[in-house]
């Protein structure tokens, strides 16, 4: 198989570093002066076990690509830029290549599927900070246990070859990866313990916001049963346990893709996490103020161009009463 890995950044750069160095065929689809750094001077992959230049074949566009029956396409691109490289696939790519939904949300498999027939989720978790360009940072160690979680599956559920294969390749290249059943559950599972990420971007760390925390999940929580929706805490739990951590002199891991967004002057993907469960309580007649809110404020940071740290966690807290 070729790995097409389409989004460059910290988890589509950790991905497609790994599988190069254990000699996958890997293409990075990029933009901006990540691309033209990764283009002209290689991709500078940082881990616990070392500094690795790579020479990783990367373009912009998917125009770019002679696509062929071994390609597997990865998204590792936030959900908010998800249906634009959807459409620049469409027409390019044949609608039977194998899309992966590399990402945070449920939402991405949903649009997959409305323009291809092989859709399938990854849920993941991979420590990894970009915040320069041509650099990514895997704060891991293949000696501490496994490079990250890519558990994937068909989506809505089931496994198949195809799944297989991709799982065995990632194995190959350091992480923890299994064929999943029931792979929007673990998703689903993935985007309750995501609702506190925007409010690292949001707040930044200089203060606790574990009570914030608890009332985003917990209404996230309240949410989901009462549309029906089932997560696995458990299963979660005991795949963290795999994770080789490592500390990286001088690099510390600073914190979530929102809070390194928002640091470099992006957007985050707020309404797909916190506005996820804003929606689905929408439809199912209950309230999610505490999200609502969270997803709120996160645009207000992106739009006014703010930086983490200019409204408190308890600050939130006294709006929310």
Not at 137 to 149: F, K, Q
Not at 192 to 216: H, M
Not at 238 to 264: C, F, H, N
Request: charged letters at 20%; aromatic letters at 6%; one cysteine or more.
């Amino acid at each position: 198989m070729r790995y097409i890995i389409y989004g460059a950044g910290a988890i589509g750069g950790a991905i497609g570093a790994s599988l190069f160095r254990s000699g996958f065929d890997v293409v990075l689809i990029g933009r901006g002066r990540h691309l033209e750094t990764i283009q002209s001077e290689g991709l500078k992959y940082i881990s616990g076990d070392g500094i690795h230049v790579l020479g990783i074949p990367a373009v912009s566009h998917p125009k770019e690509i002679q696509f062929t029956d071994q390609d597997v396409v990865i998204l590792t691109m936030k959900s908010q830029d998800t249906q634009d490289a959807l459409n620049a696939l469409a027409g390019l790519a044949p609608n039977s290549i194998p899309i992966v939904c590399g990402q945070n949300g449920v939402i991405n498999e949903k649009w997959a599927s409305e323009l291809f027939t092989r859709v399938y989720g990854m849920v993941l978790l991979i420590p990894a900070t970009f915040l320069v360009p041509g650099e990514v940072i895997h704060h891991v160690s293949a000696s501490n246990g496994s490079l990250g979680i890519l558990d994937s599956g068909k989506y809505p559920q089931g496994t198949d070859d195809t799944v297989s294969k991709i799982c065995s390749d990632l194995e190959n290249s350091g992480f923890s990866a299994a064929p999943h059943q029931n792979i929007m559950e673990a998703k689903y599972t993935k985007l309750i313990t995501n609702l506190n990420n925007a409010v690292g971007a949001i707040c930044g760390f200089d203060n606790d916001s574990s009570q914030l925390a608890k009332v985003l999940i917990s209404e996230g929580e309240t949410v989901l049963r009462a549309a029906d929706i089932s997560v696995n805490y458990e299963e979660q739990k005991q795949k963290y346990t795999l994770l080789g951590r490592a500390e990286i002199d001088g690099m510390p891991r600073g914190g979530s893709s929102s809070w390194q967004s928002v640091v470099r002057g992006g957007n985050i993907e707020a309404d797909f996490l916190n506005g996820e469960i804003v929606e689905i309580a929408q439809k199912s007649k209950t309230a999610a103020p505490a999200n609502k809110l969270i997803q709120e404020l996160a645009r207000q940071t992106v739009s006014e161009g703010k930086q983490p740290g200019w409204i408190t966690p308890t600050e939130i807290l006294l709006r929310l009463d």
